[in-house]
């Protein structure tokens, strides 16, 4: 299996997800752009947005190559003289406060030494946290990770709490999901079975996705709950920008700055101390933003 | 002079720029929240906005000091065992998009070894860049070097180039100002000068911002303006949430977070690829947000 074949099944993943999503969104269609990488490679960048679901929401797929320069050593763990990474990332913002943002990654890196690895995440950020809605969410991971590994589901789930966590703030992103990274083939999987579990993941991810949409879309929405959702989001864009590896990699590798920073939201608030009425669902919300809760017996 | 003094010059220093601030607003006073560290030291926050020329403005001071931790070793440049740290930060959100952002900071170090430093900067951001605005800006602060060292000006302006500066978008923040670090005496200053030099700085910028307020003030507002207004806050978070290291050191020196990041404005968007219209004011202040400006002659 060549690198390229890789790239070529990410890329049909990316059209498949795309199709998926404007179903979801019931009134948008994606528009592409195509962009090359100065030093190596390119990518293609999807957004869509307007009146349906999707507020806005961008589905990426790139694949880029070239010399391991001295601010990636720097700041990342590659190593080598030569790297070529490809993968889809997905972030959605939806209008409704009662549907929860959504983000995908699944990569696969190279280094001219022979190396490689599967990498990739699966997270929910609910802006009001329904414990049923976050129980189906991480069943159907779980579902696609026994199909490989029964080891899998558990093992990520942990890495999604760790990753997916603002230290700043001691809280989670949102209620979690799954993320691996180095991941190589082993007596459970050879390296075709790790290609496919990501595709699967990838071609989950819609069908997770419509179900949380079809739940939050019933819900009546006040200032209050997009008061609310603004905030939530500016809590998203912090940890997209202070400790998103993913975010990092791409800035100081010299990606495309507008297809990374697809996943910041439209709208973004930050209040000063903001008061939170007790046992209100803001503070329900906040309560549940931690490490260590198993959503599959909420 | 000791640390002690150094501080309560920091604080007197907070206490003027307050009162000069509401004068500037017209209509709002601050509101103080006093903290105290876990691992030692506290700060005073000031936080300001409603209905007059500030949206969202906070002031703050600080005086932590401990045990210079892993985290700090590898995020930060500060060695030795044990660290103290005094300062004051200021930014300022207006409401109007014809009246830039504004930031200062002034701050002294000294660690257990006996090493002290003190560091600052002031930094313009317009969301409009007017040229006459910027040279009168930066005649005020070079009237201030002046009187320290001749070369304060020259030497402290290219570096806020470089530190002011979004490698990711290629841009300037805005049009910069003064920075600099690791300043000590020498035959030039001693160290009460060097303090001197920082509050006259800190002094100077009620005054500068005055001057900015009463012409931006004049302008008329339409959406577009408030519609550019909100993706130029974009850019300041990304700015203050990937690149400025007083942010990084306050986050991980287990600093304040509320107080950190009172510094984000309170809305911000974000647009894919967002268009600008060929000769526009927009397009204009984007062809300034380069390095190497001589706001002097302008």
Chains 1, 2 share one sequence.
């Not at 390119?42 to 957004?47: D, E, K, L, N």
């Not at 959605?92 to 990569?107: E, W």
């Not at 999901?177 to 790790?194: A, P, R, V």
Request: aromatic share 12%; glycine share 10%.
């Amino acid at each position: 299996m060549t690198k390229e074949s890789i790239a070529e099944s990410f890329q049909s993943l990316q059209d498949r997800i795309c199709q998926s999503l404007e179903r979801v969104d019931g009134k948008s269609k994606f528009q592409e752009d195509l962009w090359t990488r100065p030093d190596g490679g390119g990518g293609r960048t999807r957004m869509i947005g307007g009146e349906g679901v999707i507020e806005k929401g961008g589905v990426n797929f790139s694949e880029v190559h070239g010399a391991v320069t001295d601010l990636m050593k720097k700041n990342t763990e590659i190593e080598g003289d030569s790297f070529f990474a490809t993968g889809v990332s997905i972030v959605i913002h939806p209008h409704s406060p009662h549907i929860p943002i959504i983000h995908m990654n699944v990569r696969y890196f190279e280094l001219d030494n022979g190396r490689y690895w599967f990498g990739g995440g699966i997270d929910l950020t609910p802006h009001y946290i329904v414990p049923s809605q976050a129980q189906k969410f991480h069943t159907g991971l779980k579902s696609v990770c026994d199909k490989y590994n029964s080891e899998f589901y558990t093992k990520f789930k942990l890495w999604a709490d760790d990753y997916f966590f603002l230290a700043h703030r001691n809280e989670t992103r949102g209620v979690g999901g799954i993320f691996f990274d180095h991941l190589k083939e082993d007596e459970h999987n050879s390296k075709e079975k790790l290609l496919s579990y990501c595709i699967e993941l990838g071609d989950t991810l819609s069908e997770l996705y419509g179900s949380q949409v079809k739940f939050g879309a019933k819900e009546h929405i006040t200032k209050r709950h997009v008061d609310w959702r603004n905030i939530r989001r500016g809590r998203y864009v912090e940890f997209n920008l202070v400790s998103d590896r993913g975010t990092k990699f791409g800035l100081v590798s010299g990606g495309r700055t507008e297809s990374i920073l697809m996943s910041l939201p439209p709208v973004a608030n930050w209040e000063y101390c903001k008061e939170i009425e007790p046992n209100s669902q803001e503070e329900l919300t906040l309560n549940n933003l931690k490490k260590g809760v198993d959503w599959l017996q909420k």
